[in-house]
T-cell receptor, first 110, second 111 residues
Framework: GQQVMQIPQYQHVQEGEDFTTYCNSS?????IQWYKQRPGGHPVFLIQ?????EVKKQKRLTFQFGEAKKNSSLHITATQTTDVGTYFC??????????FGSGTQLTVLP | DAGVTQSPTHLIKTRGQHVTLRCSPI?????VSWYQQVLGQGPQFIFQ???????GRGNFPDRFSARQFPNYSSELNVNALLLGDSALYLC??????????FGQGTRLTVV
């Protein structure tokens, strides 16, 4: 089945700095979803991208889907301590089966 | 409306034992999926049920089984527990959209 590679695995930033995580696939993706999991919590849906070159914004978060639909990114502007957590990309396949990336664990230093 | 609820929240079992985990989806959601999340990794798909029928199965041994009831709640059963089954077990429900709503999970420890 399709898989996605997510980088970096860990990222430490100073509060106020920007953060970006990347999700890459060797095959064309029909869609990609992003989830956030706080420490000790459960994954929470952030967004779904389906169109080539799509860009969506949620306040300080910007999500992009590559033109070739083989990669995606999540960018956070001016990180805050509330942004701490692990960010996962995920593919939605048949039967709504989600295939998750390995995640990027974000630490924000005050 | 209540979100996805799972029980129990924590569980400790001995190797070789059997465990049953329970999930109640969001009201109106007919699709329930189960995921296993080992510490430091992303969730791995185990099963998906829709209208009480299995619609998808991940790469897990036959020791793992599940079912969905007429009220759309679901159970995940794991037989002959191994140490490697220690993980956070997540249930997710969804409806028309692809967005998955996860419960808080059941933390299973096998000793």
């Amino acid at each position: 089945g399709q898989q996605v590679m997510q980088i970096p695995q860990y990222q430490h930033v100073q509060e106020g700095e920007d953060f970006t995580t990347y999700c890459n696939s060797s095959t064309t993706l029909s869609n990609i979803q992003w989830y956030k999991q706080r420490p000790g919590g459960h994954p929470v849906f952030l967004i779904q991208l389906v169109k080539s070159g799509e860009v969506k914004k949620q306040k300080r978060l910007t999500f992009q889907f590559g033109e070739a639909k083989k990669n995606s990114s999540l960018h956070i502007t001016a990180t805050q301590t509330t942004d701490v957590g692990t960010y996962f990309c995920a593919l939605s396949g048949s039967a709504r089966q989600l295939t998750f990336g390995s995640g990027t664990q974000l630490t924000v230093l005050p | 409306d209540a979100g996805v609820t799972q029980s129990p929240t924590h569980l400790i079992k001995t190797r070789g034992q059997h465990v049953t985990l329970r999930c109640s989806p969001i009201s109106g959601h007919k699709s329930v999926s189960w995921y296993q999340q080992v510490l430091g990794q992303g969730p791995q798909f185990i099963f998906q049920y829709y209208e009480k029928e299995e619609r998808g199965r991940g790469n897990f041994p036959d020791r793992f089984s599940a079912r969905q009831f007429p009220n759309y709640s679901s159970e995940l059963n794991v037989n002959a527990l191994l140490l490697g089954d220690s993980a956070l077990y997540l249930c997710a429900s969804s409806e028309a959209t692809d967005e998955a709503f996860f419960g808080q999970g059941t933390r299973l420890t096998v000793v």
